[in-house]
């Protein structure tokens, strides 16, 4: 296991960097292989996802990063704006009523290392369809929630996720 400080990217410089491909794509000669000619069209700029590209570039550090860990991160690293309210409503603790926290986050690039295909095939020798034909193995990022107070120090018990998928964009 390694552990990687990450470098954290400000808005500002993400911001910096949407302009900079905007520009760069403004100045490229567009080609044309039908005779019209498009250098007159403007660039249409799509509502983007600024939680999105801020994990894109704090991912793009250490892409194959499979666990982001980090007791009581009151901003973890989100996939989606879409999902910001409901990371802030985690169920408190069935056990102590206490507030559950955001401790870490499963990324994405886990799936390259997890046998997937493996639990796939022996999956459908039993049931005729895959998990990964059924449900799909495609996920942003795996929030994991906790009790604040590691009540059951030793024993088991539920905790909370919050699972963001690409459809969240």
């Known amino acids: 296991m390694e552990v990687d400080e990450e470098q954290i990217p400000s808005s500002d410089s993400i911001e910096q960097h949407i302009d900079s491909l905007k520009k760069s794509y403004d100045k490229a000669p567009l080609p044309s292989n039908d005779g019209i000619d498009w250098s007159k069209e403007g660039y249409e700029r799509s509502k983007l996802d600024k939680s999105f590209i801020m994990f894109q570039a704090k991912v793009s ?31 408190k603790c069935p056990i102590c009523n206490c507030p559950r926290v955001h401790e870490m986050q499963l990324m994405p690039s886990l799936l390259s290392i ?3 295909e493996e639990y796939a095939e022996n999956e459908s020798k039993e049931k005729k369809k895959s ?11 795996i ?10 120090p030793g024993a088991y018990h539920e905790e909370e996720i919050l699972v963001e998928t690409e459809s969240d964009i």
């Open 131 to 141: 998990v990964l034909e059924t449900f799909g193995m495609e996920f942003g990022t």
């Open 114 to 116: 997890l046998p997937v």
């Open 61 to 91: 550090f250490n892409p194959t990063q499979c666990l982001r860990y980090k007791f009581n991160n009151p901003e973890p690293l989100l996939y989606s704006s879409k999902n910001k309210t409901k990371i802030n409503k985690a169920r």
């Open 143 to 152: 929030h994991i929630f906790t009790c604040i107070n590691d009540c059951s």
